[in-house]
């Protein structure tokens, strides 16, 4: 069964402190969103009053439409796996995927077969006599899942589970997990605070900071279109360059001076109203900063920087460059050969400029594609439902088809 | 590994600083004049007739196993003995255990106002002093005393008529803060996360601590019964304020017999074996705690 989840208006108030703050949003069913943030940001809240682990200040929160403020986290039917993996330690791998079933009262054949089903599903067949203490964090990691898997809950809850893990070992998990949500097509709320696994796993992503939603959307939407200055520099690594520029218009066009240069807007690009002639932050990817000799025709845009530092990645290289008194960070190809203090040409695509008011930080440049950047105000269904449906084609995997394969395998 | 046995000696080995005896020296005379010795000399004293008056004060000798016979077919000390176990079972190992443990997650569970002044009471009563909660309890189950007047028979005496429950019910009233304390201790330092999964999978109260919660306080639960064990075993001060092991020998448990016999019978080296029989009850039960401590997680 696959159900929808929806805060509405949801606060959470812990002593003074606000740690979500008027939370509106809507996870379709069957979606994987990631929650994703710096800490202290109210997503690891989010993901317990969701479970029904804390309880909101104000507001509703619905799973698959039933208002659920009320309701025990025994009786919501979801499933959560926890950054610790929170496996009970005297029990061993058998008992601990069988505890939710038993604790529902599945009769004990049902358990036993759910069981080896998961644990086949999940490579642990063998390891089922053994106690999480005799396990790797990966095998550990593992087990959780299928603690969680077993029940066919109407919703998974993950809090961070990939964080205890070595990097290669949550790549592999990564994957994996991508895969199980494709397989079972359960409505996943993922939180994080890690952007590769934000970007390369949901279906949405919604950005918290400070105890609010700053935006909504798909992760390629989320990338090119950020709502605002936090979500812009908190997507992408290494982070998005700003520096101060200022908007001017003349004769109904409209140009930006920044870094010592002045480019009119990209024709389509479309300023929210009274943007005009103000201060602004410009926002620049290092990718779409390039070394002139390996920019393309479309960067017209020049700018003199001084080399300040090289960080070479093997596959490319940053470069931390001054231009015009401001730091600004580069993409490099590898072994381009440009050292510390050299004199260089950055190159610049003007349609990639981003541009944000000075003052409040909201973006004021609307590009033609997105279909609506202001999130903040227009988490509304029939965007994100289309957002959402749009990824999952893209994916080949039609919720329908989804739902199938699931019930055949795990019922 | 087989490389250590090419490479010599290892250099990361622990080995004992000689040095360092001269410093030890202080603590090993005191160790071994203040306890060591002591605890030989009375495992000596109750193999021998030693008394406190008389001739075998002075001329007193080694007699084998004679304590040990006579113990055997001493009916007081088979009775005491017996008194002693049900004293250690009832009243620490359940009474207190049981309820400290009881307290402990209602309290969890209390809203502030309430864990502070249920808490509060309750070791009130641990930090009295043993002689005034034996006056109290005294007070409270003579004829006429409140537990006769809210029972409805004003002239029983309750520490006549059951004067080991009595006993019994007075000090885990008095130690039920230890556990308390202890468990309450235990629950703090649960890892959270597992009690909330357990939760979240949809397991009842009961079952949450039935399944999860008992069986990860275990190595609490066994360091509580160790300590209460050994605490309440030597227990004399309550018992003989309330009963003096009256009426009778209804409430003579080892301690009071002990001393029974050494000091108001001068018999030092039979009351000196008895207690001996005290440490070994001690040791028994402290090998079946350590044992059940060895914990399987």
Known sequence: MLSEVRFEGVHKIFGTENAVEDLNLTVNAGEFLVLVGPSG?????TLRMLAGLERPSYGRILIGGKLVNNVSPRFRDVAMVFQSYALYPHMNVYDNLAFGMRARGAANDHVGRRV??????????????????????????RVALGRALIRQPQVFLMDEPLSNLDAGLRVQMRAELSRLHQRFRVTTVYVTHDQVEAMTMGDRIAVMNAGRLQQVDAPETLYDNPANLFVAGFIGSPRMNFVPGKLTSANGRSSVTFLGITTPLSTGARLTAGADDSEVTVGIRPEDLMWRPAAGPDCTLTLAATVDVVEPMGHEAYVTALCAGETVTSRFPPRSGVRTQERVELALNPARLHLFDAQSGMTILQRPQAAGVDTLR?????????????????????????????????? | MAVAGTLGPRLDRERFQWSSLLMLAPGLALLGGLFLGPVLYAFYIGFTNLALV???SRDYSFTGLENVTRMLGDYVFVKSSWLTILFVVGSAIVGQSVLGMLLAILLRNAVVPIRVVVGSVVIVAWVLPEITVALIWYAFSQAGGTLSILLGHTSSNYLVLVPMLIVSVANLWRNVAFSMLVFSAGLRNLPSEVLEAAEVEGASVWRRYRLVILPLLRPTIVTNLLLVTILNLSEFTLIYAMTQGGPGIETTTLPIYVYQ????????GYGTAISLVLVLIGAIFSLLFVRASRSQV
């Open chain 1, 41 to 45: 940001c109210g997503k690891t809240t």
């Open chain 1, 116 to 141: 080896r089903e998961t644990a086949e599903v999940l490579g642990l067949g063998h390891l089922l006599k053994r106690r999480p203490s005799e396990l790797s964090g990966g095998q550990r990691q």
């Open chain 1, 378 to 411: 227009s988490v509304g269904e029939a965007r994100t439902n289309d957002s959402a449906r749009g990824r999952s084609e893209r994916q080949g995997e039609p919720e329908a088809r989804g739902a199938t394969t699931r019930s055949e395998e795990i019922s």
């Open chain 2, 54 to 56: 008389g001739s075998r």
């Open chain 2, 261 to 268: 016999e050494a000091f108001v019978f001068h018999q030092l």
